[in-house]
């Protein structure tokens, strides 16, 4: 009998109950491996995981300049600020370039 594609979830998407969030399979993989590290190899996964905390993903950054976008929009939609004509921005910006 052939299984429905729908119906087949790949290895990463499966998930378990731990405490009171769902850990996918992957992370629980990868949490069980870096416990078993030795202690001056767990300090530097953990250095490296907390710097890459401080430096966003390209796809990161464009997620938060596309909320900012929408955030702006709905504020001009509803009134909160007021738009500025092209050529005004095109003025000013050749001014400050000048």
Known sequence: MKKHADSVKEPDMLAEKKGNTVMPMAM???????????IHSRASLVGKLLLSLDEPTVSEVEKLWLDE?????????A??????????????????LS
């Open 28 to 38: 629980q993989k990868i949490e069980s491996e870096a416990l078993n590290l030795d």
């Open 69 to 77: 976008a929408e955030r702006r929009l709905d504020d001009y939609r």
């Open 79 to 96: 009134g909160k600020i007021l738009g500025i004509p092209g050529n005004e921005v095109f003025k000013r910006a050749i001014a400050e």
